[in-house]
């Protein structure tokens, strides 16, 4: 049984003065203090979706639910998220499946959104009136506020991850939305009409005077990406990210979007890199191998299709399991939002070659 408390007329003054305070809306920062922690303690965990279960869920959405004004596309909640619709702090992943025939409405909304292309050839997103094809592996962009629709015309399924800022513009409440008049924004300009003006790697069209904060190629194709990550195996790359390339806007050569950045990272056979942590979330997809990411010494083991979500200031190293094959992350980051703010900070582990201890490894559901 707690003692009775012995109440001298300076606590019952104290007292009385937190009530009025608090009644008035009032809060002092002595009551606040722990809030102010000495590093980010987020509220997201690391977490995994493993692609058996994603695509059971997809496979059996497609009959489920039609694609009626709403798209068909899992949103992937964190389970240290208490039921917001977050993958991490900032960012929104998702997977999205369009069958032959359907067509996903036309809106816009003040959220960006990327798409990153895992099964199906032939389909489409249409940005502001421009088709833009999609392939395996290939990067789309749908910048803030412009136009889209989805279409599948062909024989087969398509299925892409969708990344979103959709926590950071709600949390920002600057959420806009709306439906365009008719179920497709009219063709304005040619199919792929970017990647023919804007995606070439070292050269640029000089009479574009246009520059938005948004990168105007809307089509980053693997064939490009791959060929990239090819020429480039044999370098030393990142310590902490094996041969880590980004996406880049052509214009400016800084981050696609203002709000995301676009990773993609080919760690070789066998490559093993060091911890970092710094701030700033991640969510990476797993385009091909099979390997572990070590996040605050849980050990989430990977293969194609696995989706993992990374809290800001965790510390985390990647490994290929194989010996003789490539493994390939692709990821969105929010690492723009902190770079424009200042709030860019990375720290590496010293401690035991740079590596953590395994504490436990993920288990799914
Ligand atoms: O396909 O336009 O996962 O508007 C979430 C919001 C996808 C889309 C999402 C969206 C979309
Ligand atoms: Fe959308």
Sequence with gaps: MAKPEMKTEADAFRAA?????HANNMYGLWELASQMTA??????IPHMWPWSVTESIIAESAQAVPVGDERRALQLFNPGLGGRWATTNNLIAAVQVLLPGE??????????AIRFIIEGTGAYTAVDGERVYMAPGDLILTPSWSFHDHGNETKDRVVWMDGLDIPLIASLEAMFFQFYRAQ???????ANASKQLHGHAHIGPTWV???????????????QTLQALNALRDHEGSPFDGVLLEYRHPQTGGPVLPTMACMIQLLRP????????????????VVNGAGATIIDGQQFKWSKG???ALP??????????????????????????????????EEALTENDGHQKVASTFKPA
């Design 17 to 21: 003065f937190h009530e009025r305070m």
């Design 39 to 44: 590093q980010p303690q987020p509220k997201m």
């Design 103 to 112: 067509v996903a409405r036309a809106h816009r909304h003040t959220p960006t």
């Design 184 to 190: 497709r924004v009219p063709a304005t300009r040619p």
């Design 209 to 223: 005077k246009e520059k938005s904060m948004a990168s105007p190629l809307l089509l980053y194709s693997w064939e």
């Design 270 to 285: 066998g490559e093993r890199t060091k911890a970092h942590r710094h701030t700033g979330s991640a969510v990476y997809y």
């Design 306 to 308: 696995d989706i993992v």
């Design 312 to 345: 800001p200031w965790a510390l985390h190293e990647h490994a290929n399991s194989s010996a003789n094959s490539d493994a390939v992350l692709f990821s969105i980051q929010d690492l723009p939002v902190l770079n424009a703010l200042g709030l860019y900070h």
